[in-house]
Structures are given as structure tokens and as C-alpha cells.
């Protein structure tokens, strides 16, 4: 069994951190101030609107120390990452997640967060939270039924997700553990110490900025490594902003998808609302869910 | 009896090597497999394997390789198109099948890279090459084949240029476009390679002894946790790559080091790396090619080289993947060659 972090009660401590890209400290203020409206504390990370010239946030260890100091901190009851980008990968083997352990608290964010969710339910596993992060409260996001997800799935209601059906659908009902996240970052951590095992489970996956191309090969990789042969279930996300070669791949991302599981029988559903886009809903990575690919909905329910 | 050495001395005589049967699980003392060389008349074939190529682009190329010697076989998937595709996937898998299975085919040459090997290696049945090996040639997205016959198998095959990059004009061709496919022919001829490479500053000197494995870095990435994946342990590996972002590239280097690959190695070779450039100047990512990897590998002590001339770009040698090779990389050269048939190892 996952095991499952506390959940929130008002008063409790929210950590900002960005360990991967950086973040103007402006960006994450309505975030802030939601957080504070919804009763929580907030502690805001030196990561979040630091110094830093280039791509990241801060250095290596700055991003390391900050993410440990929050993962050791008893008074710090859940950590958000403020953004992803790229930088998690290289301070995932600096991490020390003995405490963390010992007292598990939920982890936010998804894109390249997913490195950490893999990890810490690879090794761990302790479920995670693959969620929006600190910029997509901006421009009214924090009234939307996304963020909204997130608050439920902080203050530990049971989510029960609705969505349309797809045509490229594959009707059926599947139950297990869910798992997944960003699809570059599955297929990236395949042989390290944070991969995932799939079987039994629901995978679910997202992109964005790939030329389709690469979907197919990463898609190749999971199937290849065995990833996709006996899950329970695939929920397909939003592929967002695909772009293409100057000789055209020929397909869609959710036809390349819909080629590459066309031998198995698992459910299939597609444009679930988890992406790069506004529709983004909170997942609980690790935790049980039941998933209902019917004729006239898709359900997935805690 | 010493395998090793039963293989040089048949090589010595010029035999085609057997075939060992299983499949190699853990090849760091891997039985090595070195196809018959080629001599005049032999026949190359020639496929698509990934990308869609036209029969006028492959001209340059047969017309090169007949002039030296050899008889071309057109395979079918040449100037057959499915999309970004060189025919199907069945089409593609048939016409590269047929290749492997028929013996009067003494080598393969891949017409270019592109995508698409990965699609197809499944498919492929092997055990023909097995017992009657023969050269493959590519590289870039043929990396996925050079992986699969190295970890399956432990036949060598050639990493270079393909059809694509011959000269229109030999007479107007630049030196090292001469030199890099002239070194196709030499590698097929069973000529012993030695290359050599500026010294970078960077470069970490000494000298190391194994097998030569590698490719392009992200098609060895997509590999990962398949049966194509390399085992790199004792051996010199060899990347290159092509149009990633400078973050993709350091992600790409930890993903060696986070799946093991560069743990025990004999030797780091870093070909060239075109690097995309970044959005905007705040994606700078704050770090050279060198930095990326020589913080990766700072706690080994296997000598590492970078500026190698293979990759995307004129300078690309052909490279025998799957053949012993010493690596010595000092202050002022840096060399690589072949040692599979040296007769101090016959001793």
C-alpha cells in the first residue's frame, strides 16, 4: 500500500520552492496570497525570485539545500513547487529523503516535478501530488475548477473527475494505483533508480513542445521497456504544442498512441484533463483510483 | 581455450567468425564477432531503414562505392515513402530482412538516418546475421541497431556516413569529406583504424583498453531498459548528437550516469554536438559542453576526449562499434585505434 501523507488542516505550513527553472517572485504572489485565503501559512523558499542570471533558479546546491531544509522541516506540512523547467534530475541523488520518510508530507507540482513524484514513489512509495504549480493561479486561474482540485486534494476530499469522451477512446473500466506524469521524464528515468514500475497500474501522461517524432520514440521506449504491456489503464492528457518535421510524421500524437496500445485491451482515454494547458487536474500519484472509459463519459474516481 | 584469441587468429586468416548461438546477457567479456571484410565485387545493399530517401539522392553514392570496387544492391524501400518514413514499417522491416537473410549481400548500408529504426528492430530476425555476419552501416538513428547488435549479439558494425552525405562532386568535395567516406571503404577493407583528434584543453589524459560502443546520445537514451539498451561497463563509448537544447544534453549525460553507463568505463570519447540554440537569454543555461560532462564523471578516472571527429558534421570517421580500441589521450594528441588484431594480444 502507498502511503499516504497527512492532509491539510488550516494553520498548516505551505513551502515554495522552485528546483528546477526560475521564477520571478512576482509570479507566485496571487499563488501566495490564494494559499492564504484557503488558511494556510506560507514559507517562502530564497529559490523563488532569487539572484540567479541563468536558467536556474540557483545553483545546484542552493536548490538542493533549500529542497532538503523543506523536506526535513517538521513545521513545513507540504511543499509547492513553484515551477518546473528543467533542474530536478540533477539534485534528485543529492536528496536525502530519511525524514521525509519517516514523515511524509505532499509534494506539488508536475512537468519536470515528475522526477521527484517517480522518485519518491519508486523508493518510498509515498504518494505525491502532480498539480498545478504557482503561475497557473495567475490571470483568475485561482477561481478555476483545476486549482479548486488541488484545494480538495489538499484538504483531503476524494476527487471524482469527469470529462468528454474521445473518439479514439477504448472503452472499459480499470482499477489500480495511478502513476505517471510528463512523458519526456517517464521515458527519461527508465533504468535509474527512480523509475516506475507500471503493471497493475494507471498510467497517465503529458507533453508538450515534442516533435511527434520523439512522442513515437518515447513511446517506443516505454513499450520497449516493457512499461505499457499490462497496466490496468492509460489516461493520455493534453499534447500541447506538438510540432512537426519538414517531412510530416503523418500522425497525431493521439494516433501515434492510439497505434502503439492498438495490442492491448487496457482502457484507453484521451485529452483527460492533465496538461500543460489551463485544464489541469490535481492527481494523487501512487493512490488507488477507478477509471470508467465509457460511451458517454470518462470518470476517474478515488 | 581462450576465445579471444581463437577469433584474432582466425580473423589472422582472413575466416569468417561463427556464430556463438545465446544471446550475450552480460557481454563485459564479450565473445566479439567481426564480420568478413569486403573485397572487389562483393555486394552492398542498400535500405531504408528510417528516413525517405529518392534513388537520385543515393546516386553519388553508388556511383562512389562501384567506382571502388563494389556491385550495389538497390533495396526496394529507396524511393518508397510513408510520410517522414522510407516505405512502412513492414515495408522497411521486409526490404532490411531480406538483406540480412541473403548471402550474396556482404554489407548493409543504410541510405540515411532520420526515424524509424527503432520501429522496426523487433521485427527483424537475426539469427541469418548470426551465423553469417556482414557489415551494417549508419549512424544517427541506425545508433538503435549498432545498440542491438552489440547487446544481443557482439557483432561488430560500422558507425559512419551514409549514402546522404557522398559528394555530388568528388572533384569539388573538401578534404574531409574525401577523407570521411575514403575511410568507409578502408574500415570495410579490414584496414585497422587509427584517428586522431586536436586535444581540447579540457580533455582528460590517459589511456584506456575496450570495446567500442555508442552512437547518438539521445537514440542511446530512447534505448534505455530495452533489450537494444548497451551494456558499457569496461568498454570506451563514444556520443555525438545533434539540434538539443543545451539543458536536453545535460539531462541526456545524466541519464548515462543515472542508468549506470558511466561508471566503469575504459574511456569517454565526445564526438560533436551541435547544441540548439536557447530561446531567449534568460534560458542561458550557464554551462559549456565540457562542464556538462566533466561534472558528471569527475569521480571516475577514465580518460575522456572531446572535439572527436564523429558526429553530425563533415567530420565524421568511420568508427567500428563492437571492436576493441585503445583510447590515449595525451597533452598534445589524442588517439584512437583499433587493437582487436594486435599481435601483442596474440602473445
Known amino acids: 500500500?502507498?502511503?499516504?501523507?497527512?492532509?491539510?488542516?488550516?494553520?498548516?505550513?505551505?513551502?515554495?520552492?522552485?528546483?528546477?527553472?526560475?521564477?520571478?517572485?512576482?509570479?507566485?504572489?496571487?499563488?501566495?496570497?490564494?494559499?492564504?485565503?484557503?488558511?494556510?501559512?506560507?514559507?517562502?523558499?530564497?529559490?523563488?525570485?532569487?539572484?540567479?542570471?541563468?536558467?536556474?533558479?540557483?545553483?545546484?546546491?542552493?536548490?538542493?539545500?533549500?529542497?532538503q531544509a523543506m523536506l526535513d522541516d517538521d513545521s513545513i506540512n507540504a511543499i509547492l513547487c513553484g515551477r518546473g523547467g528543467y533542474g530536478l534530475g540533477r539534485i534528485i541523488d543529492q536528496l536525502d529523503f530519511d525524514l521525509f520518510k519517516k514523515k511524509p508530507k505532499w509534494i506539488i507540482g508536475f512537468s519536470d516535478i515528475t522526477v521527484l513524484h517517480e522518485h519518491i514513489y519508486a523508493n518510498y512509495k509515498i504518494a505525491a501530488l502532480h498539480a498545478p504549480m504557482a503561475a497557473a493561479f495567475n490571470d483568475g486561474g485561482a477561481e478555476n475548477e483545476f486549482i479548486q482540485s488541488l484545494k480538495n486534494a489538499l484538504e483531503g476530499k476524494k476527487a471524482k473527475y469527469e470529462c468528454a469522451v474521445h473518439e479514439y477512446n477504448r472503452r472499459g473500466e480499470a482499477v489500480g494505483e495511478l502513476v505517471g506524469g510528463n512523458l519526456t521524464l517517464v521515458s527519461h528515468l527508465i533504468g535509474t533508480s527512480s523509475d516506475i514500475k507500471t503493471k497493475g497500474?494507471?498510467?497517465?501522461?503529458?507533453?508538450?513542445?515534442?516533435?511527434?517524432?520523439?512522442?513515437?520514440?518515447?513511446?517506443?521506449?516505454?513499450k520497449r521497456s516493457g512499461k505499457l504491456q499490462k497496466l490496468a489503464g492509460l489516461i493520455i492528457g493534453g499534447f500541447s504544442d506538438m510540432s512537426d518535421t519538414e517531412r510530416p510524421f503523418g500522425k497525431t500524437a493521439y494516433e501515434i498512441v492510439q497505434d502503439i496500445v492498438k495490442e492491448y485491451d487496457y482502457p484507453v482515454c484521451y485529452n483527460f484533463p492533465v496538461s500543460h494547458s489551463k485544464e489541469n487536474y490535481a492527481l494523487k500519484v501512487g493512490v488507488g483510483y477507478k477509471l470508467k472509459v465509457g460511451k458517454n463519459r470518462v470518470v476517474l474516481e478515488e | 581455450m581462450n576465445r579471444k584469441h581463437f577469433f584474432s587468429s582466425l580473423l589472422a586468416?582472413?575466416?569468417?567468425?561463427?556464430?556463438?548461438?545465446?544471446?550475450?546477457?552480460?557481454?563485459?567479456?564479450?565473445?566479439?564477432?567481426?564480420?568478413?571484410?569486403?573485397?572487389?565485387?562483393?555486394?552492398?545493399?542498400?535500405?531504408?531503414?528510417?528516413?525517405?530517401?529518392?534513388?537520385?539522392?543515393?546516386?553519388?553514392?553508388?556511383?562512389?562505392?562501384?567506382?571502388?570496387?563494389?556491385?550495389?544492391?538497390?533495396?526496394?524501400?529507396?524511393?518508397?515513402?510513408?510520410?517522414?518514413?522510407?516505405?512502412?514499417?513492414?515495408?522497411?522491416?521486409?526490404?532490411?530482412?531480406?538483406?540480412?537473410?541473403?548471402?550474396?549481400?556482404?554489407?548493409?548500408?543504410?541510405?540515411?538516418?532520420?526515424?524509424?529504426?527503432?520501429?522496426?528492430?523487433?521485427?527483424?530476425?537475426?539469427?541469418?546475421?548470426?551465423?553469417?555476419?556482414?557489415?551494417?552501416?549508419?549512424?544517427?538513428?541506425?545508433?538503435?541497431?549498432?545498440?542491438?547488435?552489440?547487446?544481443?549479439?557482439?557483432?561488430?558494425?560500422?558507425?559512419?556516413?551514409?549514402?546522404?552525405?557522398?559528394?555530388?562532386?568528388?572533384?569539388?568535395?573538401?578534404?574531409?569529406?574525401?577523407?570521411?567516406?575514403?575511410?568507409?571503404?578502408?574500415?570495410?577493407?579490414g584496414e585497422k583504424m587509427k584517428y586522431n583528434a586536436v586535444p581540447n584543453q579540457q580533455n582528460k589524459p590517459g589511456v584506456g583498453e575496450g570495446v567500442l560502443v555508442g552512437g547518438n546520445l539521445?537514440?542511446?537514451?530512447?534505448?534505455?531498459?530495452?533489450?537494444?539498451?548497451?551494456?558499457?561497463?569496461?568498454?570506451?563509448?563514444?556520443?555525438?548528437?545533434?539540434?538539443?537544447?543545451?539543458?536536453?544534453?545535460?539531462?541526456?549525460?545524466?541519464?548515462?550516469?543515472?542508468?549506470?553507463?558511466?561508471?566503469?568505463?575504459?574511456?569517454?570519447?565526445v564526438g560533436g554536438f551541435k547544441v540548439k540554440p536557447d530561446d531567449s537569454p534568460d534560458d542561458a543555461f550557464g554551462r559549456?559542453?565540457?562542464?556538462?560532462?566533466?561534472?558528471?564523471?569527475?569521480?571516475?578516472?577514465?580518460?575522456?576526449?572531446?572535439?572527436?571527429?564523429?558526429?553530425?558534421?563533415?567530420?565524421?570517421?568511420?568508427?567500428?562499434?563492437?571492436?576493441?580500441?585503445?583510447?590515449?589521450?595525451?597533452?598534445?594528441?589524442?588517439?584512437?585505434?583499433?587493437?582487436?588484431?594486435?599481435d601483442k594480444k596474440l602473445k
Open chain 2, 218 to 269: 539521445k537514440t542511446l537514451e530512447s534505448l534505455a531498459g530495452s533489450k537494444s539498451d548497451i551494456i558499457t561497463k569496461g568498454k570506451i563509448l563514444f556520443v555525438e548528437d545533434t539540434g538539443e537544447y543545451m539543458y536536453s544534453i545535460d539531462r541526456m549525460f545524466w541519464g548515462l550516469k543515472r542508468t549506470g553507463k558511466l561508471a566503469n568505463l575504459k574511456g569517454l570519447v
Open chain 2, 13 to 189: 586468416a582472413g575466416a569468417a567468425i561463427p556464430a556463438l548461438g545465446a544471446a550475450l546477457t552480460d557481454d563485459t567479456e564479450n565473445a566479439l564477432i567481426i564480420p568478413r571484410y569486403l573485397k572487389a565485387g562483393d555486394v552492398i545493399g542498400i535500405t531504408s531503414c528510417a528516413g525517405y530517401i529518392t534513388i537520385q539522392d543515393i546516386q553519388p553514392a553508388m556511383q562512389q562505392m562501384e567506382a571502388w570496387g563494389f556491385k550495389i544492391r538497390v533495396g526496394n524501400t529507396i524511393g518508397k515513402r510513408d510520410f517522414t518514413f522510407g516505405g512502412t514499417d513492414d515495408e522497411r522491416a521486409a526490404d532490411f530482412q531480406q538483406m540480412l537473410d541473403d548471402d550474396d549481400v556482404k554489407a548493409i548500408m543504410c541510405a540515411r538516418g532520420g526515424y524509424g529504426a527503432v520501429r522496426i528492430i523487433d521485427k527483424l530476425n537475426f539469427s541469418r546475421l548470426q551465423s553469417h555476419p556482414k557489415w551494417i552501416i549508419g549512424f544517427s538513428d541506425i545508433t538503435v541497431i549498432h545498440s542491438h547488435l552489440n547487446r544481443n549479439y557482439g557483432i561488430a558494425s560500422v558507425h559512419s556516413k551514409m549514402c546522404n552525405s557522398f559528394p555530388d562532386d568528388w572533384s569539388k568535395a573538401e578534404p574531409a569529406q574525401i577523407e570521411t567516406i575514403l575511410s568507409i571503404k578502408l574500415a570495410l577493407q
Open chain 1, 201 to 222: 497500474r494507471i498510467l497517465f501522461l503529458e507533453d508538450t513542445g515534442e516533435l511527434l517524432y520523439k512522442i513515437d520514440r518515447m513511446l517506443y521506449q516505454l
Open chain 2, 288 to 342: 559549456t559542453l565540457q562542464d556538462i560532462v566533466l561534472e558528471k564523471i569527475k569521480e571516475y578516472n577514465y580518460p575522456v576526449c572531446f572535439d572527436f571527429p564523429v558526429g553530425h558534421q563533415k567530420n565524421n570517421y568511420a568508427l567500428k562499434c563492437g571492436v576493441r580500441h585503445r583510447l590515449e589521450v595525451k597533452e598534445d594528441e589524442v588517439s584512437l585505434k583499433e587493437i582487436y588484431n594486435d
Open chain 1, 1 to 67: 500500500m502507498t502511503i499516504i501523507p497527512p492532509y491539510l488542516q488550516k494553520g498548516d505550513t505551505i513551502g515554495i520552492t522552485c528546483p528546477a527553472g526560475f521564477m520571478a517572485a512576482e509570479k507566485a504572489q496571487t499563488c501566495i496570497d490564494t494559499l492564504h485565503e484557503w488558511g494556510y501559512n506560507v514559507m517562502v523558499g530564497k529559490t523563488l525570485g532569487s539572484s540567479s542570471a541563468n536558467y536556474f533558479s540557483g545553483t545546484d546546491e542552493e536548490r538542493a539545500d533549500e529542497m
